[in-house]
């Protein structure tokens, strides 16, 4: 993400010079990215990936329950092993404008992470039984527009799983 005209127009320029001026600008969707494994004419599994999120309580600050977070992912031999530092996570706070020691509300969500990245820190859900019958035939339909694919992840941003209106493929993935 690169905010101001003057980075951008910085930024476009390396853009332009290293891709010989072939770039692709997509569309930025909000909306829980979803990650769906096909096989043949099937849906096999659907994975939402959640960004690093806390929620608040009122009384604890942002630092606070990042370190709350931070310790919880320890406890885990998978997750501490993508746990950012505490420094990283104060400077991701700040360059998403972020205050540490801002209080949230009682249960109000703050996300952490400008991507649902695991190794970033973002969690996968299996969301496979809440799909619905219209997002399968959409995440087939994608993975069919490779000849040949007879199995694949299609990427997905879709305002809700239950429902295929507003989704958006962004990838299919052979491996």
Request: glycine residues 10%.
């Amino acid at each position: 993400r690169i905010s101001g005209s003057e980075r951008f127009s910085a930024h476009w320029g390396v853009l332009e010079q290293s891709s010989g001026g072939d770039v692709l600008v997509e569309e930025r969707r909000k909306g829980v990215s979803l990650r769906a494994f096909v096989a043949g004419e099937r849906v096999v599994g659907v994975l939402a990936r959640l960004p690093m999120f806390v929620v608040g309580d009122g009384w604890l600050s942002l630092k606070e329950l990042a370190g709350r977070l931070l310790t919880w992912r320890g406890q885990n031999y998978f997750l501490r092993r993508m746990n950012p530092t505490t420094e990283s996570l104060m400077v991701r706070l700040s360059r998403l404008g972020l205050d540490p020691e801002s209080v949230p509300e009682s249960g109000e969500v703050v996300v952490l992470q400008e991507s649902p990245h695991v190794l970033s820190g973002a969690l996968t859900v299996d969301v496979t039984e809440m799909i619905s019958d219209e997002l399968a035939e959409l995440i087939v339909n994608a993975a069919w527009t490779i000849p040949g694919l007879r199995a694949g992840g299609v990427d997905l941003v879709v305002p809700s799983p239950e429902s295929a209106e507003g989704a958006a493929v962004i990838g299919i993935n052979s491996r």
